[in-house]
C-alpha cells in the first residue's frame, strides 16, 4: 500500500470546499440579541454600560430602534431586561403595566410587530437585596415568590411579549407562570426556561450592568452547582414536565458538555445563553490584542451550536449577523 489512501486535508484545500463540507454553519435567526432597558423619562437615553463593551443602557423607544436594527441584518428575537427607577423588597417594579420592559414590549411591537420579543422574568433587577425571589431572614423563600414571577410574567405577556424566559431558578416556577397565562387567555405564550442556570462567575459583567449584585451571600441557594451535570437532566425534565415550551442552558462555553446532553435526552428545542463574562472575555483579550475578535466570537458561537444549541442568546447578535452577510458574498475570509 502506497501512502495511506484517506487524506482528510483534500477537502480542507480551499475555502470554497471547506464551506461545503462544513457541518455546522451560523445564521443569524440563531441569535437572540439581550437589551438593557432603562425607566427614564428621556426617549432618546442611550447610555454605554461600562463593563460590557459595546452594549448600552436603553430608554423603551432606544430599545425598539435597537430591536430594529438587529431585525434587519436577520436577528429575530430580544430578550429584554429592565433597570426601574425604584427598587423594594419585593420587587414590585418587575410586574409595574408602565415599567421600562412592559413599555419597551409596546415600542418594539408598535414598531414591528414581526420581531419576536422575549422578556425574562426574574425580581433580581428590581429587589433592593438584589435576590431573585423574596428574602425571609437570610433565605429565599421559594414558594412565596412563585406568585410574584406568575405576576410578572403576566404583566409581560399583558404588554405584547411573545415569550417569557423565567431566570430565577425557583422550584416550580414554570408550572406557577403556565398556570397564571393559561387563566388569563394567554395559553399560547410560550415559556422559554432557563431551565440549567448555573450559579457561575461568569456573570460579573451583567450585574454590574443590572445593578443586581445579592446584597448579602451568593445564588448558590437556587442556581445550579458547576460540578453538576446529572442534575442538569433533572432540572430540565422538571421544566418541560411543568410545561416549558424551549429549555435553556447558562452559560454557553463554558458548559458544552451540558448542552449536549440536553440536546440529546430531550427534544425540544434548546437555547444556550453566552453569558457576559463569556462576551467581556472576548472583548478584553482583543481589545489588547491578546486575541482576534470577530474570529473568536465565531469560533464560539460554532461550537455552542455545534454542541446542540437551537438558539443563542448574545451580545455579538448583531455583530455576528453582519459577519455572516459579508461571508455570504466571499467564502475567503478565514474567520468563517
Ligand atoms: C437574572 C439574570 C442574570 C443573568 C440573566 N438573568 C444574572 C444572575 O443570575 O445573576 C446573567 C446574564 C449574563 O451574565 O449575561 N436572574
Same mark, same amino acid.
Given at each position: 500500500m502506497a501512502f495511506p489512501a484517506k487524506r482528510p486535508r483534500r477537502l480542507r484545500m480551499s475555502p470554497t470546499i471547506r464551506h461545503m463540507v462544513r457541518e455546522t454553519t451560523l445564521t443569524p435567526h440563531d441569535f437572540i440579541l439581550p437589551l438593557f432597558v432603562k425607566a427614564t423619562g428621556d426617549r432618546h437615553y442611550r447610555e454605554p454600560i461600562k463593563s460590557m463593551p459595546d452594549c448600552y443602557h436603553l430608554s423603551p423607544a432606544m430599545a425598539a430602534v435597537a430591536a430594529e436594527e438587529a431585525y434587519a441584518v436577520g436577528v429575530p428575537a430580544v430578550l429584554l431586561f429592565g433597570l426601574p427607577a425604584h427598587k423594594n423588597s419585593r420587587g414590585s @417594579? $418587575?410586574? $409595574?403595566? =408602565?415599567g421600562p420592559v412592559q413599555l419597551a414590549v409596546r415600542e418594539i411591537k408598535a414598531a414591528r410587530p414581526e420581531i419576536c420579543v422575549i422578556c425574562d422574568t426574574c425580581l433580581c433587577e428590581y429587589t433592593d437585596h438584589g435576590h431573585c425571589g423574596i428574602v425571609c431572614g437570610h433565605t429565599v423563600d421559594n414558594d412565596a415568590t412563585l406568585e410574584l414571577l406568575a405576576r410578572t410574567a403576566l404583566s409581560q405577556a399583558r404588554a405584547g411579549a411573545d415569550m417569557v424566559a423565567p431566570s =430565577? %431558578? %425557583? /422550584?416550580g416556577r414554570v408550572a406557577a407562570i403556565r398556570q397564571a397565562l393559561d387563566g388569563q387567555g394567554f395559553a399560547h405564550t410560550p415559556v422559554m426556561s432557563y431551565a440549567a442556570k448555573y450559579a457561575s462567575s461568569f456573570y460579573g459583567p451583567f450585574r454590574a450592568a443590572a445593578d443586581c449584585?445579592? $446584597?448579602? @451571600? /451568593?445564588r448558590k441557594t437556587y442556581q445550579m452547582d458547576p460540578g453538576n451535570a446529572r442534575e442538569a437532566l433533572r432540572e430540565v425534565a422538571l421544566d418541560i414536565e411543568e410545561g416549558a415550551d424551549i429549555v435553556m442552558v447558562k452559560p454557553a462555553l463554558p458548559y458544552l458538555d451540558i448542552i449536549k446532553a440536553v440536546r440529546e435526552t430531550f427534544d425540544l428545542p434548546v437555547a444556550a445563553y453566552q453569558v457576559s463574562g463569556e462576551y467581556a472575555q472576548i472583548k478584553g483579550a482583543a481589545a489588547i490584542g491578546l486575541v482576534d475578535e470577530v474570529c473568536n466570537m465565531v469560533e464560539s458561537l460554532t461550537a455552542i451550536k455545534r454542541a446542540g444549541a437551537d438558539m443563542i442568546v448574545t451580545y455579538f447578535a448583531v455583530t455576528a449577523a453582519r459577519v455572516l452577510a459579508r461571508q455570504m458574498t466571499s467564502c475567503d475570509d478565514c474567520s468563517l
Open positions: @417594579g $418587575a410586574w $409595574a403595566e =408602565d =430565577d %431558578m %425557583m /422550584d449584585c445579592p $446584597a448579602f @451571600g /451568593d
